[in-house]
């Protein structure tokens, strides 16, 4: 048998969380599909919610990779091209996505908080770079939440993000003009 390794247990388990949901997976499962027992997992991680974790920041680091891409363009318009890609990213993705930013579940909320208050804070950044504004009160919490909500509409009734390209299109300029 292959040596069991953190990598490989990762990427089981998130294969497994984005086919039945965070709540549906067991330690055993995530190991009887690794064929190795339920205790050679807990060598790596104390727990279901641990593991959970690590699947997290790849998730999120993901998005940040995107984000951060996007950034280091030297031509295009930056500000469009991170909405853009923003819903693209939980479009093509829905079940990671929802994994991200829409579980409901106390024990993770806590868990949940700091990748995702580090992907905003990266948004934000970046939102504040490529638009050359620097908006307060909140707008862009507000436009965070606008796509947030783009995609949360769109998630289940488009198949990716081509079926939902044209509306995303149209969507993304009209945030662009409430800036």
Not at 2 to 27: C, N, P
Not at 156 to 171: D, I, L, P, S
Request: with cysteine; proline share 2%.
């Amino acid at each position: 048998m292959a040596e069991l390794t953190k990598d490989k247990i990762i990427q089981q388990a998130r294969k497994l969380f984005i086919e039945q949901g965070y709540e549906k997976v067991s330690m055993r499962e995530i190991a009887k599909h690794l064929g190795c027992s339920h205790g050679a997992l807990y060598y790596h991680f104390k727990n279901k919610t641990a593991l959970f974790s690590e699947v997290l920041d790849y998730y999120f680091q993901e998005l940040n990779s995107i984000i951060d891409r996007i950034m280091q363009q030297e031509e295009g318009d930056k500000m469009q091209d991170l909405f853009m890609e923003y819903i693209r990213f939980g479009l093509d993705h829905p079940h990671q996505y929802e994994l991200m930013f829409m579980l409901k579940n106390k024990e993770m909320d806590s868990l949940m908080q700091r990748p995702a208050t580090e992907s905003f804070e990266r948004f934000e950044a970046a939102v504040k770079v490529a638009g050359g504004i620097n908006p307060q009160n909140g707008e862009i919490y507000s436009l965070f939440l606008a796509l947030h909500g783009f995609v949360s509409l769109h998630l289940h009734r488009a198949a990716n993000f081509e079926a939902a390209a044209k509306a995303a299109g149209r969507y993304v300029d009209f945030l662009r003009k409430t800036i």
